[in-house]
């Protein structure tokens, strides 16, 4: 993400967007995250901030709201879930996404899935988002800080050494100002220079294991994996929280009916179902209750688990309870190859399954707005969406 305090600050406050603005603490503190106005400037991250003011006296100070970054940021690792769960979240505003399993499954191509998903955090988030797409970790960070601000760059298997090998050494990932200095010290100023040195030398001035890693990173061999971190027990969901508390039964049900076509469609990026459904219910008072149900078969589809939901909320039997959030959950997932799903007697041969397929493909090529449920149609007033 681009400027990730920064922007998150901007969605929530669209007048800062054009006046030069940093997300910092005290005078004695850092800049933490500078947008592009200020950046014009001169002021960067991690600069004093009572340089910063000398650098410009008009910019505006917001105080960092660390939870804010982070449901923002969950919020962003729920949407990329939509396409995949092999996801890496490498930092706060970062992450790799591996989409050979994806592309598998849902046909299209990189830069279609690049697009929407910087559509979709836009769209949900109000903060710009770059993506870079290349064969491995190494490039397509290298590619995502090529696209800033606000863009995408794919750089393909056979336009690596091309894209690369222009590149001042400070580009090779894991090269710092030392190293760099010892870098230079060799004559070396280009990544170019960097492969076109002998492994042993570099080993000899750097030491084994950084000279060889620059080595290979220079030729743009990295065969680095895209990390996910496995659940103690996987569970999928999605909540809202209504823009103003509401009373209205059919504004709550209409949410229930988003939350579960948006958990099914991330069940279905990861091929995972489950029988467990939990709805979540946060009041006007901040009170939170939670009911839970259990399907009779294994699903991954949206009305499976909006009916299951549905009934969970009716029988609360609510009256005129002003409503703050709601959550729908499917937990106890397991790998869809692991079990069996019987169609029932009165279920055509082809129906909603292969249905929220065809619309799963749909979106991933045309966006999250190309297909909707009727019911859907109609976005609810809503302030925020994490999962």
């Known amino acids: 993400m681009d400027a990730f305090y920064a922007s998150v600050e901007m969605a929530r406050h669209p007048e800062l967007r054009d006046v030069p603005m940093f997300v910092g603490g005290s005078t004695r503190g850092v ?7 200020a950046r014009r400037f001169g002021i960067t991250s991690g600069m004093p901030t009572s340089r910063a003011r000398r650098m410009c006296p008009q910019v505006a100070v917001v105080h960092p709201d660390f939870d804010h970054y982070t449901a923002v940021s969950a919020g962003i690792a729920e949407i990329f ?19 050979t399993t994806a592309l598998r499954r849902l046909g299209g191509d990189p830069v279609a899935i690049g697009e929407r998903l910087r559509a979709q955090v836009m769209d949900e988030q109000g903060i710009a988002c770059s993506v870079g797409i290349g064969p491995s970790k190494f490039i397509a960070k290298l590619a995502s800080k090529q696209a800033k601000p606000d863009g995408l760059v794919w750089i393909t298997a056979d336009q690596v050494i091309g894209f690369l090998h222009p590149l001042p050494v400070e580009a090779i990932w894991g090269v710092g100002e030392a190293t760099a200095g010892k870098l230079h010290r060799l004559g070396l100023e280009s990544v170019r220079d960097v492969a076109n040195t002998s492994k042993a030398t570099l080993q000899r001035a750097l030491g084994d294991g950084q000279g060889g890693l620059l080595f290979d990173l220079a030729w743009g061999r990295d065969d680095r994996s895209v990390l996910v971190r496995e659940p103690a027990e996987h569970s999928v969901g999605s909540q809202e929280t209504f823009g ?45 209750i939670t009911r839970t149900g259990t399907l009779k078969a ?30 729908v959950r499917v937990e106890k997932l397991v790998p869809k190859t692991e079990t069996y799903q019987q169609p029932a007697l009165d279920e055509p041969a082809r129906g909603w399954g292969e249905a929220e397929e065809a619309i799963d493909r749909a ?13 859907l149609a109609r ?4 302030l925020t969406a994490a999962g």
Do not use: C, K
């Not at 979106?363 to 019911?375: E, I, K, T, W």
């Not at 976005?379 to 809503?382: L, Q, T």
């Open 363 to 375: 979106v991933l090529r045309f966006g999250p707005q190309a297909v909707q449920r009727a019911r």
């Open 379 to 382: 976005r609810a007033d809503v």
């Open 81 to 99: 879930d939509t396409v995949t769960d092999r996801v890496e979240m490498a930092s706060i505003d970062e992450a790799f996404i591996d989409l």
């Open 31 to 37: 800049v933490l995250s500078a947008n592009y106005p």
């Open 244 to 288: 103003r508390d509401t009373d209205d039964p059919a504004l709550v049900v209409t949410e229930i009916l988003r939350m579960a076509d948006r958990t099914a469609g991330r069940m279905r990026a990861q091929e995972m179902v489950g029988r467990t459904v939990t709805l979540s219910v946060r009041f006007a008072d901040f009170t939170t």
């Open 298 to 327: 294994y699903t991954d589809r949206t009305n499976d688990i909006y009916a299951e939901a549905l009934r969970l909320f009716e029988r609360l039997g609510l009256q005129r309870a002003r409503i703050r959030r709601i959550g």
